[in-house]
């Protein structure tokens, strides 16, 4: 099989996490890619993951701290992987479109709509693949509810609710996920559920609600972050940290197809934990366990009948997994599954790998496009841009950047609008 050479460019924990994606491909039998070289302005960190891969892929990675420098030397690198921190993914993957790679990008695509629309700009000047590496859907059991929902298993689609509360005052993974500048843990974490919210129901019209800071100082925990693979940089997190960026949002949403949606996330929620996801519909309703656990969805109907069982593939005949994710969850129309967390992240980057290197190779369409990651963003910003406007808007005003009261400051910060100048 063709293998596509690629570098990971940003090597910190998600670096890290993405190399476990590249290793899972790699012992499949589908895979398509080569990693080549790995960059990051941290030399150290770009050596480490180098070592991490020779320890898990059998070759060691070239290591840059450049980006122009790497293409120059390795002209043969077709495609990058930029999972750098979500305040960077403008600037790093722009010059790796302009270096003339191609790109998948972690999600958010970029830390504002000005930030994603450039990119989307540059790839079509530079005719090359910009995909974004959002990775809740590729899970199996979000395959499973959207093909249930496709088929009409609890009918015409009317209400979805999503709630996320929990977090406290504690640190979530890193001090830049606390900071408006950076990239705060609403948009970093919550532009998961904006693209759950629209991969079940479809696009969103417009969206009413607001965004809040509840916790104005975190507090460092000992979590080393998802599959502890943030635990190595522990030493270098203080303490405590005064957070600038937004820790919740709430909305309301229209969905182009008539249905609404309840959006909670709250990431300074004290007492009782909320994580839940429904959806109604005119024949039952469906409760989805979450992302990346594997266990089972349940589908109710009137009467107290719930399934929750192997019958409900029953109510989704167009349900197939793709080959690879076949061979990695254990069959073509898994409805549940039981592996480790790191085993199950890995997994699932893995499919994203695969699609990019597919597309690389034949010219296919990513799913999740630069227009795909590009809307998903703009709806996180469409509750804080509802705050700011004291109105209802639509994602078109939030993707023409008509509307910017909460962002402008952070473009005028990266240097993507002037700052005005003081009289």
Same mark, same amino acid.
């Given at each position: 099989m063709e293998r596509t050479p690629i570098a990971i460019v940003g090597c910190g924990g998600m670096g890290r996490r993405h190399l476990t994606g590249v290793t899972a491909l790699s012992h499949s039998d589908f895979c398509n890619v080569e990693l080549v070289a790995v960059c990051d302005i941290n030399q150290k960190n770009a050596e480490d993951l180098a070592d991490e891969a020779k320890a898990s892929l059998g070759t060691r990675p070239r290591v840059f701290t450049s980006i122009a420098d790497m293409v120059k030397a390795m002209p043969e690198i077709q495609g990058a992987d930029v999972p750098t921190d979500t305040g960077s993914h403008h600037r790093a993957a722009a010059e790796c479109l302009r270096a003339g790679l191609h790109v998948m990008v972690e999600k958010p695509l970029a830390i504002t709509l000005r930030g994603c629309n450039l990119l989307l700009e540059i790839a079509r000047e530079s005719k090359k693949i910009l995909s974004v590496a959002e990775n809740y859907r590729r899970d199996p059991i979000n395959r499973l509810a959207r093909a249930l929902i496709d088929d009409a298993a609890i009918g015409t689609p009317q209400l979805m609710i999503e709630t996320s509360i929990g977090g406290g005052n504690q640190l979530f993974i890193t001090p830049w996920r606390h900071q408006k500048f950076t990239g705060t843990v609403t948009l970093d974490a919550g532009v998961h559920n904006a693209d759950i919210l629209m991969y079940y129901l479809g696009d969103v019209e417009t969206a009413y609600g607001d965004a809040r800071l509840y916790e104005k100082y975190r507090y460092k925990t000992t979590s080393g972050g998802p599959g502890g693979f943030y635990a190595k940089w522990a030493d270098q997190v203080p303490d405590r940290i005064e957070a600038t960026g937004e820790d919740a949002m709430?909305? /309301?949403?229209?969905?182009?197809?008539?249905?609404?949606? =309840? %959006?909670?996330?709250?990431? @300074?929620?004290?007492?009782?934990?909320?994580?839940? +996801?429904?959806?109604?519909?005119? !024949?039952?309703?469906?409760?989805?366990?979450?992302?990346?656990?594997?266990?089972?969805? !349940?589908?109710?109907? #009137?009467?107290?009948?719930?399934?929750?069982?192997?019958?409900?593939?029953? &109510?989704?005949?167009?349900? +197939?997994?793709?080959? *690879? $994710?076949?061979?990695?969850?254990?069959?073509? +129309?898994? %409805?549940?599954?039981?592996?480790?967390?790191?085993?199950? #992240? $890995?997994?699932?980057? @893995?499919?994203?790998?695969?699609? /990019? $290197?597919?597309?690389? =190779?034949?010219?296919?369409?990513?799913?999740?496009?630069? =227009?795909?990651? +590009?809307?998903?963003?703009?709806?996180? &910003? @469409?509750?804080?841009?509802?705050? !700011? @406007?004291?109105?209802?808007?639509?994602?078109?005003?939030?993707?023409?950047?008509? *509307?910017?009261? &909460?962002?402008?400051?952070?473009?005028? &910060?990266?240097? *993507?609008?002037?700052?005005?100048?003081?009289?």
């Open positions: 709430f909305g /309301f949403l229209h969905f182009k197809n008539g249905a609404l949606g =309840q %959006w909670i996330f709250h990431h @300074a929620g004290h007492g009782l934990p909320q994580h839940s +996801r429904y959806v109604y519909g005119s !024949k039952g309703s469906l409760t989805s366990p979450g992302d990346r656990n594997g266990r089972p969805l !349940k589908l109710h109907f #009137d009467g107290g009948v719930e399934i929750s069982d192997e019958r409900i593939l029953d &109510y989704a005949p167009s349900y +197939r997994l793709s080959p *690879l $994710a076949a061979q990695l969850f254990g069959g073509e +129309r898994v %409805w549940t599954y039981s592996f480790p967390f790191v085993e199950i #992240d $890995a997994k699932i980057l @893995a499919t994203e790998y695969h699609e /990019f $290197a597919e597309c690389i =190779q034949t010219g296919k369409k990513p799913e999740v496009d630069g =227009q795909v990651g +590009r809307r998903d963003t703009a709806l996180v &910003y @469409a509750l804080f841009e509802s705050g !700011k @406007a004291g109105r209802p808007v639509t994602l078109d005003e939030i993707e023409s950047v008509k *509307l910017d009261a &909460y962002q402008r400051e952070i473009d005028e &910060y990266l240097g *993507l609008v002037p700052v005005p100048v003081k009289s």
